[in-house]
C-alpha cells in the first residue's frame, strides 16, 4: 500500500521546494547506523512502499532509513546535505509503513558549511532548527519551524533507534545565478533556482512541481498530465519565477507523452506585487501574452524564442495547455533583473 504525500499540507509546505530532494542534489552523508536500511533511502522523493516478504541479509527490507536495537546509552542519528543552502520552512517527517519499529522521536539541527566531511562537520556549531518531537507509526508528521538563516547541512537525531520512512524539508533555496546557462541564460523557473508552482487547476497524473525538476523526464510519470477534459476551457498551472527577470527563451518539453500531449500550448507572465494565491489565480487570466499560442507535437522538447513578446521583468508565468494534456519539462532562460 502506497503513503502519499498528504493532501492538505498547509500552504507553507505547497509553495516550498524540497530541499531534501536527491534530484536537485541532496544526498545523506553519514549515518551512526543504517543496519536494517541504508539512510540514503529515506530522501527518495517517491512514496514509501511496503513489499510483504521482501528480506535482505539483515531482516526485513525497509523502505528508509532504519537503525539496529540500540542496546546501550545514547542515540542515532545522520547528516544530510541539502540540495541548495536554503531556508527552511518545515519538515514532513514519515513514517510510513514502520509500526512497530518507527522512531519514536526526532530532533534536526542545521549548519551553513563549505564541506561535506563529517569530521569537519563534527566541530561546527549546529542550530537546532526542531525541538525534540514525538513521532507516531505509519504517518506523516508535517511540523513548521521559525529558523533564521541560510543552511546547506542537516544534523537528524532520533531518540534512540528506529526507522523513518521519509526526511522532505521544506524550503527556499537561495537563487544562485553566479554560472550562466544556455546561451549565456539562467532558468528563471527550476526548483534549484527558487522556482515553485503556485497554483493549477488539476494535477490529475502528476506533480506541477515535476516541470521545475532538472533534466529530462524519465517516464510518463515524471512531469505534469492533467485528466481528460470533457468540458470547454483549458488546463492550467501558475509558477512563481526564483528571481523577477526578462524571459528570452521558452522549452517546453513533452518527453514521454505520446497519445496525451498538449495540442496546444500558450504563456502568459506578469510582475506581481502583494497579493495572495486567490488573487494571483485571477489576475492570472488578465495577464498579457508571453508565448502565443504554439501547435505541440509528441515526446519533443519545443524551443520558442522569436516568438515571445517582450514584457520586461515579470515574477510569474501561467502556462495554459490545451485543451488538457502531459508536459514534462518547463524551461524559462532569462536573465534575473539587476
Known sequence: MLI????????????????????????????SDDFFADVSRMLNPEPAVFIPGKYDDNGKWMDGWETRRKRTAGHDWCLVKLARPGVIYGFDVDTAHFTGNYAPAVAIEAVSAATDDPDELAKLEWTPVLASTGLGPNAHHVL???????????????????GIARLRVYGRPQA??????????HDLA?????????????????????????????????????????????????????????????????????????????????????????????????????????????????????????????????????????LSRVRLWGTPAA
Open 4 to 31: 502519499a504525500p498528504p493532501a492538505d499540507l498547509p500552504d507553507w509546505a505547497r509553495r516550498s521546494v524540497n530541499l531534501a530532494d536527491p534530484r536537485l542534489g541532496a544526498r545523506a552523508l553519514y549515518a
Open 144 to 162: 513548521k519551524v521559525e529558523s533564521a538563516g541560510t543552511w546547506t547541512h542537516l544534523r537528524v537525531h532520533i531518540y534512540p533507534d528506529g
Open 176 to 185: 544562485r545565478f553566479d554560472g550562466a546557462g544556455r546561451n549565456g541564460l
Open 190 to 326: 527550476a526548483l534549484e533556482n527558487g522556482g515553485y508552482a503556485v497554483a493549477w487547476n488539476d494535477s490529475h497524473y502528476g506533480s506541477v512541481a515535476n516541470l521545475l525538476l532538472p533534466g529530462r523526464g524519465v517516464d510518463m510519470g515524471d512531469g505534469w498530465e492533467t485528466r481528460r477534459r470533457r468540458e470547454p476551457g483549458n488546463d492550467w498551472c501558475i509558477v512563481a519565477l526564483g528571481a523577477p527577470g526578462s524571459i528570452a527563451r521558452v522549452e517546453l518539453d513533452t518527453a514521454h507523452y505520446k497519445g496525451n500531449y498538449p495540442d496546444r500550448a500558450s504563456i502568459q507572465a506578469a510582475r506581481v506585487e502583494g497579493g495572495d494565491e486567490r488573487s494571483i489565480v485571477a489576475q492570472s487570466m488578465f495577464w498579457p501574452i508571453l508565448l502565443p499560442e504554439q501547435k505541440l507535437s509528441a515526446d519533443a522538447i519545443h524551443e520558442f524564442a522569436a516568438e515571445l513578446a517582450a514584457l520586461g521583468t515579470v515574477t510569474h508565468v501561467r502556462i495554459n495547455v490545451i485543451p488538457d494534456g502531459g
